[in-house]
């Protein structure tokens, strides 16, 4: 992580959700959204559509999330992808080293949780809420990330 307050994040999925969390991360002063990754052109091109609104500077277009993760420029990724995708995207950033803030739900079965919950208490990884505060919060900390020390989990080691 740079030690300035600057912040550099990767959306994966800018689908409807990830679009809005682009609305919302976009605007946030110190924060680049340096990525967008999406399986579909249409998609991107949608995000793209609002960058410019916004005025922001055009974030570069993926459709692999590990083109992101490989970057040691981004220190955060938001995941907005299908619930299937959620842990396993997770997992692999924050095997990166990346901070993530990843959509509800955490996992799409039970052994993907408990994975997700060892990598919790390792690295800095919060989970998308219907509730606007907590929500707020969730994006409150991915800004404040810098001051939080990360540790990637070996989750290819634990036991279901
Ligand atoms: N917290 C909330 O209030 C809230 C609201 C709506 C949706 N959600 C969650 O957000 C997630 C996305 O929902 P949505 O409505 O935006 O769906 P969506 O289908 O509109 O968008 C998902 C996007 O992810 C892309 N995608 C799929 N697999 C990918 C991959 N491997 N790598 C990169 N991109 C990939 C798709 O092409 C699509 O553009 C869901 O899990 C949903 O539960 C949360």
């Not at 992101?68 to 220190?75: A, G, R």
Request: net charge positive; with cysteine.
């Amino acid at each position: 992580m740079a030690a300035s307050d600057k912040v550099n994040i990767g959306i994966v999925g800018v689908g409807g959700r990830g679009r809005d969390l682009l609305q919302s991360y976009g605007k946030i002063n110190g924060v680049t959204v340096k990525y967008f990754c999406d399986a579909d052109n249409a998609s991107l091109e949608k995000a793209q559509g609002i960058a410019l609104k916004m005025g922001i500077p055009k974030p570069a277009e993926v459709s692999d999330m590990r083109r992101v993760l490989d970057d040691k420029d981004v220190d955060a990724v938001v995941v907005a992808t299908p619930d299937h995708w959620h842990a396993p995207a997770a997992i692999l950033a924050a095997d990166a080293g990346k901070d993530v803030y990843v959509e509800k739900p955490a996992s799409h079965n039970i052994r993907e949780g408990r994975l997700s919950a060892i990598i919790r208490k390792r690295s800095f990884l919060n989970f998308g809420r219907r509730d606007p505060h907590r929500a707020g919060g969730a994006h409150h900390q991915v800004k404040v990330a810098p001051e939080v020390p990360i540790v990637p989990w070996p989750v290819t080691n634990i036991v279901p």
